[in-house]
């Protein structure tokens, strides 16, 4: 059963992981023994600070600093690790921003920004893993959605587009990759822990209160709880699984009814 979840050596580059979920995804991969690649874009620092904060917890990591939105990057990085580090064989597709403007004012380049990242990234960047991918029949892909993959609300109609479309394309390319023994799926975290939440993670907070609220777990989520669904979407246990959006979520989406602190 072990050898089944077993990623050991195994070459993960995860996308925008110099912080947040990205980096507790790839903390998760790395205690698994999957060797990390980092990749981030706005400074070589924060590669190098994330890189560091992995090594000390003895996992095998290294980093590469380029624009997941540029094809001419991007290609020359993946050819670049597959040389020095190896055949890549995991991928999270997990760079992303989110913009909260509302749609009336939102500028026309702010919204195409947002889906360049989001959406047309994950595109690229799977398309050159993908290649050896397929050369060596073999391969997992995760791309990073998110609730709003389902859903809208309010100021965040970019975001929302972006994931709705990178659900798409998650099903698109198992439609079109999977007869090459390459697992395509995506992972939809739902509210989660992280430095960017904390400010707003305390009683009395109207955010925070309404997440704890509407979450039938009735918390926020434990980065660590994204490593669990990234370690079966990468490994041997998930090689019949194709197309498919895993939300992490505490079970939000499966309820529209009261919140979890009522009778």
């Known amino acids: 059963m072990t050898d089944l979840f077993d990623i050991t050596g195994k070459v993960a580059l995860i996308t925008g992981s110099t912080h947040g979920l990205g980096l507790a995804m790839a903390k998760g991969l790395g205690q698994a023994g999957a060797t990390i690649v980092v990749n981030g874009n706005s400074s070589q620092e924060k590669i190098d600070n994330a890189v560091n904060e992995l090594k000390s917890e003895g996992i095998n990591v290294v980093g590469y600093k380029f624009n997941v939105t540029e094809e001419k990057e991007v290609a020359e990085a993946v050819q670049k690790i597959e040389k020095e580090v190896g055949p890549i064989a995991i991928l999270i597709n997990n760079a992303g921003i989110i913009k909260r403007i509302p749609l009336l004012e939102m500028e026309v380049a702010d919204f195409r920004e947002v889906i360049d990242i989001d959406l047309v990234s994950p595109f690229i960047v799977s398309k050159h893993v993908a290649k050896g991918m397929i050369a060596r029949r073999q391969g997992k892909i995760i791309n990073i959605c998110s609730m709003m993959s389902e859903l809208g609300r309010n100021t965040v109609s970019a975001y929302a587009a972006a994931k709705g479309g990178l659900k798409m394309l998650t099903k698109n390319m198992a439609t079109e990759w999977a007869k090459y023994n390459v697992q395509i ?79």
């Open 185 to 263: 799926n995506g992972i939809g975290p739902g509210y989660f822990a992280t430095e960017q939440t904390k400010p707003i993670r305390v009683d009395g907070h109207p955010f925070n209160d309404f997440i704890i609220s509407r979450t039938p777990a009735a918390k926020w989520g434990d980065p660590s709880d994204l490593a669990g669904a990234a370690i079966f979407l990468s490994s041997k246990a998930s090689d019949f699984v194709n197309g498919h959006i895993l939300y992490v979520d505490g079970g939000i989406l499966a309820t529209i009814g009261k919140p979890s602190n009522e009778e």
